[in-house]
């Protein structure tokens, strides 16, 4: 005779059959309801001064992502702590190394170079659930460190026009990148870059037009302005998604604690899937990634 013994109700980790063509939810509204995006076939551009709450919106994405059965992860923190709890998480975890990020992103373009001739071959434009293959994450943490701050001027240029082609051309082949700076600037940001975001979040801005550099233009004109923003209200932020109304959120708060506990269980779920490798270098991208 067998009994049924009733399944725990706490501490039960939840997310294996979650996708990266599912809503992620990033936090409420004004009104109290949830913001969910759809990151497969967009990118995700966030800008704000230091403190404003950037990370915990990458966090966000990074935890939904780390859960996924088809997401793979590509991690680019030049400060090693704000992603670096997911670094067991990831196929690559690159820190202040601007060598180490121009590989891992020319790596990235050859993947997505090896996808669009497949789906050539098949007579189709984009990747879809049904295909199995990985959505790799790209998340940035400081654009401007990389193109900015670290490396030759050459290096420095090199990582802007990757980036810039795995923004443009990675959406259709299942590469969203995921960016954030904390100097909303042209020089760091030109429109032509901006506009590839198809989801652009501006967290408080110590000018309009800073605020309009992430945004778009005009926008802090017709009121939408995070210079509004009060600097103790860390977290909010206008979300604007393509062709839409710039709308007041704010980012769902994930603790080091509860970080820590996600990417853990994240880690162990890939671990005996072979979804990344224990050092973080990947020897297996391809179509098929």
Known sequence: MTTATTAPTAGVPVGPGLSMFDPIFVGIDEFGQHVNITLAYRNLLAGGEPGGGKSGLLNAVAAHAALCVDSRLVLLDGKLVELGQWEDCADAFIGPDIAAALAVLRRLQQVMNNRYAWLRAHGR??????????VITVLVDEIAFYSATIGSKQEQEEF??????????????????????????????????????????????????????????????QGYSATDIAPTNQGAAYLIAEGGVPRRIK??????????????????????????TPTGSPSDWGIAA
Do not use: M
């Open 125 to 134: 434009r984009k990747v879809t659930p049904a295909d199995g293959l990985s």
């Open 160 to 221: 802007v026009a990757l980036l810039r082609d795995l923004v443009a051309r990675g959406r259709a082949a299942g590469i969203p990148v995921v960016a954030a700076t904390q100097r909303p600037s042209f020089d760091i940001i030109p429109t032509s870059l901006r506009d590839l975001f198809g989801y652009r979040a501006a967290f408080r801005c110590t000018t309009p037009n800073s605020s309009n550099i992430v945004l778009g233009h005009g926008w802090a004109e």
């Open 251 to 276: 980012v769902a708060y994930l603790s080091d604690a509860q970080i820590a506990g996600i990417a853990d269980y994240a880690a162990w779920i890939r671990r005996p899937s072979g979804i990344t």
